[in-house]
């Protein structure tokens, strides 16, 4: 526990760096456990008495996001990435390994405070797992010798930064680029361009480009980025000049964001884009604020991507230097800059609402719709919200013409898609595929053999077995955020749903019953069936279940949760089939059995002593 005068000094400076400003909350929180190691209560009445907030606030914020910590985690805070895929690759043992090594039980602190080891939801490495994050940095390709090595430092109190750097290593494994990453952009072209064009001009040639929103649900760009151009605040001050009065709609404060917080498992796109391609994505960002307006922007980046923190941090300085962001970028009166909020664990906060929440300093929790973000969104203000990869795109169109990118793919879905593919491939990583590409033609280029499924979209997507490989990735087939998961012939599909089940029970924000409620008991029914003591009726009950959440949950996370478990009933029924015990209803809890331990310690084990299963 930090001394009581040191925690007023913690919070005072962490406070100060965000310009007193409760809107940058989870940022506050983010500078205050770095210097304290966690965030006590004393630090939650600070910063509540600072910001003039209360402390119930604070404190919810502090318990919503799983990277944030009320008590010590110890030096060394190790946490394995719980993908399916890596559970494939041996994570689980490599996990009871280095506790057994270490001295601790999963998921707790070790006696001598030293370190906690657990898992935590995928953290986009999946491409060069096993992985973990210790002290939130990642460490890839985790074999036995590794882990045993890192144990030895771990015993040896050696911090992480004396650590080997290989152990740090992150690869891009760019396998197959294309009209996007494949062909380099002089860093400014496409701000040049829109400042030759125009607003309207270059809006123009986004709508003719056909650029869709690359997230997976693929709502046209230039549709989008109209709505919020034309959206007026009706609370904007509006200025007299030269005896009339300004048009409202150029008074408007307006804002730009990018949606970097890719937290779908298997998905690892986005990490690439932000380490080697950031200066396209920054670039589509500033193209995008010229057409509707804004002067500031935000990248929201998932905190299992802190690592590129500084180095994002150092590109936007140099795109200031040239004369690329800030005030009068390049000599015109356009005027805007990027800011980047580092999330902290939520899953919740890709919903492109509970992310402008996030940004508030508040719990993600996902609004209710409408009105949306283009006409509300940030602090009540119009905003765009666009991931990613659409940003790296809008580049391209804005330097090199709508035509050029509507050629690429197909009528409705033009351009190209970046795939993260993970899993039981000879050559797993990123590759970029005009619109189009089968599932098989991925499949072949990644040295995938003797496949039995594919998740593609992630577990909020699709799963499709050998008869589908030769489905398109496109809006109009298979729409896809840009997650592959391949499944070899004898990988248990029914282990895969019981984790994404698990995963989608651990990521409800808890705003809703049906969702709250719902997933977990979709994932404690896998549960039950993967023990040995599922039933058809069970099975019935999952289907009820997946039924309720899917129709009645606030948002898109409830909505799909159910996925995994009703394709794969419906697809892979024989990996459920063979599990049940019976054909007749059979009670979760035994009560029987639970005094057996009872019947040990008396020595008792009469008739008296039983539960009748009458």
Not at 5 to 25: E, M, W
Not at 70 to 79: A, F, M, Q, S, V
Not at 258 to 268: H, L, M, S, V
Not at 404 to 414: E, K, L, P, R, V
Request: glycine share 10%; hydrophobic share 40%; proline share 4%.
């Amino acid at each position: 526990m930090p001394e009581n005068d040191t925690i007023p000094s913690a919070v005072q400076a962490a406070v100060a760096r965000h310009s007193h400003d409760a809107a940058n909350l989870v940022q506050i929180l983010h500078d205050v456990q770095n210097q304290l190691g966690h965030i006590p209560e004393q630090a939650v009445d600070q910063v509540a008495r600072v910001l003039g907030i209360p402390p119930v606030k604070v404190a919810g914020v502090r318990g919503f996001y799983h990277f944030f910590h009320d008590r010590p985690h110890g030096r060394y805070d190790i946490l394995f990435s719980d993908n399916i895929i890596e559970h494939f690759q041996g994570k689980q043992e490599l996990l009871n390994y280095i506790c057994t090594q270490l001295w601790v039980e999963p998921e707790r602190v070790s006696e001598d405070g030293m370190v906690r080891v657990g898992s935590t939801s995928c953290i986009g490495m999946s491409d060069q797992g096993p992985a973990a994050l210790v002290n939130g940095l990642p460490v890839t390709r985790l074999t036995m010798e590794r882990v045993t090595a890192l144990v030895d430092l771990v015993k040896a109190g050696k911090p992480p930064a004396e650590w080997p750097a290989e152990f740090f290593q992150v690869a891009d494994n760019l396998r197959r680029a294309d009209a996007l990453l494949g062909e380099p952009l002089e860093r400014g072209a496409g701000v040049r361009a829109v400042l030759e064009k125009g607003a309207d001009g270059m809006l123009a040639e986004i709508d003719k480009s056909g650029l869709r929103g690359r997230g997976g649900a693929g709502f046209k760009t230039a549709v989008k980025w109209d709505f919020c151009r034309k959206a007026v605040d009706t609370g904007a001050e509006c200025q007299e000049v030269g005896g009339t009065i300004c048009d409202n709609t150029a008074a408007t404060v307006r804002y730009v964001v990018c949606n970097a917080d890719e937290g779908e498992p298997g998905t690892f796109k986005d990490r690439v884009l932000l380490n080697s391609y950031a200066d396209l994505v920054f670039e589509g960002m500033t193209v995008a604020a010229r057409v509707i307006g804004a002067r500031q922007g935000f990248l929201y980046l998932r905190g299992e991507y802190r690592y590129l923190l500084d180095k994002l941090n150092g590109i936007l300085e140099q795109r200031r230097r040239d004369g690329l962001l800030g005030e009068r970028i390049l000599g015109t009166d356009f005027s805007f800059d990027i800011a980047i909020h580092l999330g902290a664990g939520a899953y919740i906060c890709g919903e492109e609402s509970a992310l402008i929440e996030s940004l508030e300093g508040k719990r993600g929790t996902p609004r209710n719709r409408p009105p949306f973000p283009v006409t509300h969104g940030y602090l009540g203000k119009p905003t765009v919200v666009n991931n990613v990869e659409t940003y790296a795109s809008a580049a391209k169109v804005a330097a090199k013409g709508g035509e050029w990118f509507a050629q690429i793919g197909t009528a409705q879905s033009t351009g190209t898609k970046v795939l993260s593919i993970s899993g039981d491939c000879e050559r797993p990583g990123v590759y970029e595929y005009p619109f189009g590409v089968t599932v098989r033609q991925v499949l072949a280029d990644c040295g995938a053999k003797d496949i039995h499924a594919v998740q593609v979209g992630g577990p909020s997507g699709t799963i499709i077995g050998e008869a589908e490989f030769d489905r398109k990735i496109a809006f109009e087939d298979l729409a896809t955020g840009g997650s592959m998961m391949v499944f070899g012939q004898g990988r248990d599909v029914f282990e895969a749903a019981r984790n994404f089940a698990h995963f989608f029970a651990h990521e409800s924000c808890g705003f809703c019953t049906p969702c709250r409620v719902g997933s977990r008991l979709i994932a404690k029914g896998m549960d039950k069936i993967a023990s040995g003591h599922g039933t058809c009726a069970d099975v019935e009950e999952l289907k009820r279940l997946g039924h309720l959440t899917r129709t009645m949950s606030h948002c898109g996370l409830g909505q799909t949760a159910a996925n995994p478990v009703m394709q794969t009933l419906e697809k892979f029924w024989d990996h459920y089939d063979k599990r049940l015990r019976s054909k007749e209803f059979e009670p979760s809890f035994d009560l029987d059995k639970a005094l057996e331990t009872a019947r040990k310690i008396t020595g008792r084990d009469d008739a008296w002593a039983h539960i009748s299963a009458d």
